[in-house]
């Protein structure tokens, strides 16, 4: 119909290949150490070439060093990524009927999460187009597309950890594991709706004011005329939403765990006892995908700081 944009035929594929190498050297084990116990080291390399989003090369190099045979400290670097998916890429598009915020209104120009932020963007964008507001797409419905979007980079994350094992031989059968972990993750995909593209828009402090209607990533979404007014065509939609990449999630925590095996036949019980727990303490997480006054969100409801289980097993 005249109030729709063109959909292309909803089909996707992609190629993969990869090769991997990995390295592993037993620097010291416990058959020939003669001053501490154990050092080990690795290193890990795989090379990716995807035909929808190009190449890639995670690697990861650590080790392992145990200066007595009951405890055993440990830790690596790690670079990775993960591919969007088909669903991310090829999932169907959708023609939608919707509405555009006009944040630069003058009843919107001092709200938002940063005010003073907006505020400096939409006079860069009201000096350039004067008649932008009052925004016509803002009082009426405006075609766009809504789906997956082929055009998706892989998510990027960089991560360190290292931590300590314990094996007591005092205690046989005991175990305890604690590690740091930190991880960054670099162009989280995201469905992001009209609000959110509007506000990545004029809310970003990543904006360029000389190019005001393509100010960031997220403006770039919403297609505008010679005016600055929201327009769409057959070939292009007045607004795109779904998956994106976003900007970056950030995350630290602290895992431990206990595992701990005995017989019970010295209490004339058949069978064994196993006793086991994990408790995880989130230190800090960031989710900031679009760059709109990031906040934390670990220990508000949904991210518990603190998680945990104990688990009890009979075996017979």
């Known amino acids: 119909s005249g109030r729709s944009v063109a959909i292309a035929p909803t089909k996707g594929s992609y190629n993969l290949d990869e090769v991997f190498a990995e390295v592993l050297l037993p620097l010291i084990t416990p058959d020939n150490g003669a001053i501490i116990s154990k ?8 090379r990716v070439a995807n035909s929808a989003n190009g190449n890639f090369t995670a690697w990861s190099t650590g080790g392992t060093f145990a200066p007595v045979r009951d405890v055993e400290f440990r830790g690596n670097f790690t670079r990775s990524f993960r591919a969007p998916s088909i669903l991310e890429l090829y999932s169907q598009r959708s023609s939608i009927a919707t509405g555009v ?42 075609p766009g597309i809504s789906g997956g979007n082929p055009d998706l980079r892989n998510e990027q994350a960089d991560s360190f950890t290292f931590g300590a094992v314990v094996r007591p031989r005092v205690v046989p059968g005991l175990t305890l594991t604690a590690d740091y972990l930190d991880i960054n993750i670099a162009d989280p995909i995201a469905s992001l709706t009209v609000e959110e593209i509007a506000q990545g828009c004029f809310d970003n402090p990543d904006f360029n004011t ?4 393509a100010g960031n990533r ?18 292009n939609p007045a607004v795109t939403t779904g998956y994106v990449n976003g900007k970056r999630i950030r995350m630290s925590g602290v895992q431990a765990g206990l595992d701990y095996r005995t017989g019970l036949d010295r209490l004339g019980i058949a069978g064994a006892l196993e006793i086991g727990g994990d408790l995880f303490h989130l230190r800090h997480r960031l989710i900031d995908i679009t760059g709109v006054a990031p906040a934390r969100s670990d220990g508000l409801l949904g991210d518990p700081k603190w998680q945990g ?7 017979n």
């Open 218 to 235: 997220f403006c770039s979404l919403i297609t505008r005329d010679a005016n600055g007014q929201v327009v769409s065509d057959a070939q």
């Open 210 to 213: 000389s190019d005001p209607a």
């Open 101 to 142: 915020p006009d944040l630069c209104s003058t009843a919107n120009i001092d709200a938002g999460p940063v005010p003073d932020i907006r505020r400096a963007n939409c006079n860069a964008f009201l000096q350039r187009y004067p008649t932008a507001t009052p925004l016509i797409a803002a009082t009426t419905s405006v």
């Open 309 to 315: 289980q104990l688990r009890l097993r009979y075996a």
């Open 39 to 46: 050092l080990l080291a690795f290193a890990r390399i795989r």
